[in-house]
């Protein structure tokens, strides 16, 4: 009875199959790529490239600069983790947008359109993209920086900037932005450090050695901080030094 059973099963099962393949609807899915790059290699391609974007976006663009600040800020006000390190990067994520679109308007224009539209290949639209970012890059780079690495690299020395390759520009942009972003920083400790040591004395003066002059400063640097509008002048410098 069980190998009936079982026989019985087999049957039908061999049986339903040709309906359900009658039945069943002809799914043609035809996945298009853009430009000349088919869509399962530019699906490769891109999620090569989701594993540089952290790297391209501290050494690229004006991020590395606006943290540094943000962080020297926080440490001149002695407010430990406040604000926390989500709001600054946050907001250093959105200044960096607000800073570089016009460099991301050009690249779209002269690269990322017509590769989309097909004109030009991958490669093409990459070659099309660079020189907007490395105006960019040189702008805020130190020729002092672009000497050494072009030194390190051993290539001549070219004729002008527009023929430096991007891997002697791009970690020249980098140094040059932590030196500027370093600077940027001690003049910021500058008015704290001296609320700082004018507490600290006022104390040592009245015999209140036992008392933290970090207690009764922080609050005068809050309020001198924000009489000021300290995060709108600070905002306004950072974006005010890339243009």
């Not at 639209?125 to 960019?136: H, I, S």
């Amino acid at each position: 009875m069980k190998r009936l059973a079982w026989l019985v099963l087999v049957l039908l099962a061999l049986g339903a199959v040709p309906v359900y393949a009658q039945q069943a609807p002809n799914l043609d899915v035809t996945v298009e790529g853009v430009g000349n790059v088919s869509a399962p290699l530019q699906i490769v391609l891109l999620l090569t490239l989701l594993t540089f974007v952290p790297a391209m976006l501290v050494t690229m663009t004006s991020f590395t600069r606006i943290v540094i600040v943000f962080h020297f800020l926080r440490q001149a006000l002695g407010t430990q983790e406040m604000p926390p390190n989500q709001v600054l990067i946050g907001l250093s994520l959105f200044l960096t947008i607000f800073i570089m679109a016009p460099v991301g308007a050009r690249i779209n224009a002269e690269a990322l359109q017509p590769a989309v539209a097909g004109s030009v290949s991958a490669t093409d639209a990459l070659g099309r993209a660079a020189p907007a970012l490395r105006e960019f890059m040189l702008k805020q780079t130190r020729e002092k920086d672009l000497a050494l690495f072009v030194e390190l690299s051993r290539t001549p020395r070219p004729a002008s900037a527009a023929d430096l390759p991007m891997q002697v520009v791009i970690p020249a942009f980098a140094i040059s932005e932590l030196k500027t972003g370093f600077q940027m920083g001690f003049f910021l400790f500058i008015p704290f450090l001296l609320i700082d040591l004018v507490v600290a004395t006022t104390l040592l003066s009245m015999g209140m050695f036992q008392l933290p002059p970090v207690m009764i400063s922080l609050p005068f640097k809050i309020m001198l901080f924000v009489m000021i509008d300290g995060w709108n002048l600070i905002v306004g410098s950072i974006v005010r030094s890339f243009i």
